[in-house]
């Protein structure tokens, strides 16, 4: 077995590590989901569950199926949720941080 080797694949995993994101980005299109919008049928950005996005999901004024358990949204989509979803977490956090 030659030493010389170690340094090769270490640099291998590295540069993997790094684009992880991106790969994960690509793997959901290449998979062929598409945004659960009801109408939509852009390529997905962004996988959910259906708990986390049920809700910020409808106060954006978006359908979608309730029988999934993920959710996927196209940028387009993802971006009008995204909103919702900061609002929903803010309320979290007030609602179990402050001593009212
Ligand atoms: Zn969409």
Known sequence: MPTGRNPEVREDLNSATSLNHKRHMVDLMKQGHFCSVKGCGNPAARSFSQREIAEPASKAGLSLPSSEKRVYLCEKHYKQVKKELKK?????????????
């Open 88 to 100: 929903q977490k803010k309320a979290e956090k007030l609602r179990h941080g402050l001593p009212f």
